[in-house]
């Protein structure tokens, strides 16, 4: 398995806490990270990125709160095992907010639904892992 590396843009729309956050939860959803991997500390992480340490500390501490990650005292932090925290019904909500915000920007950039179609199959097929059945993406 390839290693994982975080990169993070200064300047952009995004906060640098959740470039991390938004990383590492693809990293895990796609398998690139295991359960049970661990994730640098935190201040190495903020030495590496050239970034404050309290922004990788609130970007860990929101990868526990959402279960991505579990801190083991003394050890560090690592993945936790996959486990569903949303019901059916607010992964749902989520997703629709999700799509709701993705549609109108690219809307508002003048693509055609033609292409946005596109863009995400091409996304997917990118990322590889809808092609697994549930039990087997880790």
């Excluded at 970007?59 to 949303?86: D, M, N, P, T």
């Amino acid at each position: 398995m390839p290693a994982f590396h975080i990169h993070v843009t200064t300047g952009a729309g995004t906060p640098i806490y959740r470039q991390i956050v938004d990383q590492v939860r693809l990293a895990v959803a796609t398998g690139t990270l295991s359960p049970g991997e661990a994730l640098p500390s935190v201040r190495s992480l903020a030495e590496q990125l050239v970034i404050n340490f309290n922004t990788v500390s609130k970007a860990y501490a929101e990868l526990v709160r959402e279960g991505v990650l579990e801190s083991l005292q003394g050890k560090g932090f690592f993945v936790a095992q996959k486990r569903q925290i949303y019901s059916r019904g607010e992964r749902l909500r989520r997703l629709r907010h999700a799509l709701d915000s993705f549609i109108h920007e690219a809307v508002f950039l003048d693509f055609s639904a033609e292409e946005i179609r596109k863009a995400v199959d091409e996304k997917l097929a990118e990322l590889d892992w809808q092609t697994k059945p549930l039990g087997e993406q880790t």
